[in-house]
């Protein structure tokens, strides 16, 4: 008997994959495969009711606390592509890990999933996948179905489709984000209505400042209450994006190349992204600062790509260690207006010296305003003399010009 395990989410693309791996690939029987990484206990229900309906074995991987640890790595590198701090992204590696440890256990010689060949996302399940013996399998590209076709399918085989929870557009939710595309969000001069977002409210006005605690460049506290990182999180989805903190709407490009219009909500990633930023700015120094931005920058682009376990993210990592060594202190976050914006910070590891940088000090230490006259003088320097070079060199072809060969008489 051969079986095939199926990342199942019960929505219309992965319900019509189960009967076609049978009809289409041959296996005689399908396991389908849901992990939890933090979507609404909605989209459980639909897995369990539609699994239910199809006779398909399934089962549930809690991975939130991995996820959520994921996460807050990603904090440690600032981490987001094109101005989205990644969810979607990051929560694939660890679906595909989870899958295939089930799809092992439940000896099947095959995994499937049911992405199209547009997205990001066959891309990141089938790097982790395609290190394994099983076959991999995407019926949706491979068979070149469009949504049309599976809907005609499934009402022809009497497949139990609802008309989907998540009305026309296309979602993807876990802990660390909320996406949102599809139908008319693909116009990009399209403003997006309202009902778009459920985790944001329009902000109101009111205002709330908050102090999170971090350790080593990882959030451990809000308000002076620890919590896990699951918690924290989801803490700080509710209250900032009560706050209307976390949307973006932007022109993403893939992997692929295709450039796709993607809106987001992502409060507590938004929130979490702009004390660490605040705090690395206390206590790292200039060039810390420059040359981390290099290394969050490839961290991003490798999270993006599904690719954390690359080679290149654990030598990034290895810097990243030994600069948040001094990230721990705490950050005050107001929301206001939309925003998460840092107005306080505080460091037993700040860079920073109030009575050095003060107007209100003449000397400290040895230091005093005087020293900076020889800085000064130098600032620019080299640029002072390419400069004139240039000046004089120029001086130099308008007196030919106009002088005419008399002013080339001097030697
Ligand atoms: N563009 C994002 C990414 O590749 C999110 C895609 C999420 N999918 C969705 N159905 N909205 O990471």
Not at 38 to 44: H, L, N, V
Not at 55 to 68: I, N, P, S
Not at 150 to 168: F, M, R, T
Request: with cysteine; net charge negative.
């Amino acid at each position: 008997m051969t079986r095939v395990a199926l990342a199942f989410s019960g929505g219309l693309d992965t319900t019509v994959c189960v009967p076609l791996l049978e009809e289409e690939y041959g296996y005689d029987d399908v396991i389908g495969v849901t992990v939890d990484v933090g979507q609404p206990a909605e989209e459980f229900d639909e897995a369990e009711e539609t699994a239910e309906a199809l006779g398909l074995e399934h089962y549930v991987v809690d991975a939130r606390d991995e996820f959520a640890q994921l996460c807050l790595e990603s904090v440690r590198a600032n981490a987001t592509y094109q101005g989205y701090p990644l969810g979607t992204a990051l929560a694939r590696p660890v679906i595909a890990e989870a899958i295939l440890e089930v799809a092992e256990e439940h000896d099947c010689t095959g995994i499937a999933h049911g992405c199209t060949g547009k997205g990001n996302d066959q891309l990141r399940f089938e790097a982790i996948w395609r290190d394994s013996d099983l076959e991999v399998i995407a019926p949706v590209r491979e068979l070149g179905l469009t949504r049309e076709w599976e809907q005609e399918y499934a009402a022809e085989k009497n497949l139990p489709v609802e008309g989907g929870s998540g009305g026309d557009w296309s979602i993807d939710t876990n802990l660390w984000s909320r996406s949102i595309e599809g139908d008319e969000l693909e116009d990009p001069n399209y403003v997006p209505p309202k009902e778009i977002y459920e985790w944001t409210q329009d902000p109101t006005g009111e205002t709330e400042t908050i102090e999170i605690e971090f350790e080593e460049g990882y959030p451990v506290a809000v308000d002076g209450e620890e919590m896990d990182p699951v918690s924290l999180i989801e803490h700080l989805n509710d209250l900032a994006g009560s706050y209307g903190v976390g949307r973006t709407d932007s022109m993403e490009d893939r992997m692929l190349g295709l450039k796709v219009r993607e809106n987001y909500e992502h409060p507590a990633a938004t929130t979490l992204l702009n004390a660490h930023e605040a705090l690395e700015g206390l206590v790292l120094t200039q060039e810390e600062r420059e040359f981390k931005q290099l290394i969050d920058g490839k961290w991003s682009k490798k999270g993006y790509e599904g690719l954390i376990d690359a080679p290149l993210v654990s030598a990034l990592e290895g810097f990243i260690a030994e600069t948040q060594k001094r990230v721990t202190g705490t950050v005050k976050i107001r929301f206001e207006g939309g925003q998460a914006r840092a107005v306080g910070r505080d460091s037993e590891f700040a860079a920073y010296s109030a009575a050095h940088a003060s107007f209100d000090t003449e000397t400290v230490g040895k230091i005093t305003q005087e020293d900076a006259t020889g800085v000064a003088k130098y600032h620019g320097f080299q640029r002072r003399l390419a400069n004139s070079a240039v000046k004089a060199a120029e001086e130099k072809l308008e007196v030919a010009a106009d002088g005419g060969e008399s002013d080339e008489t001097d030697e």
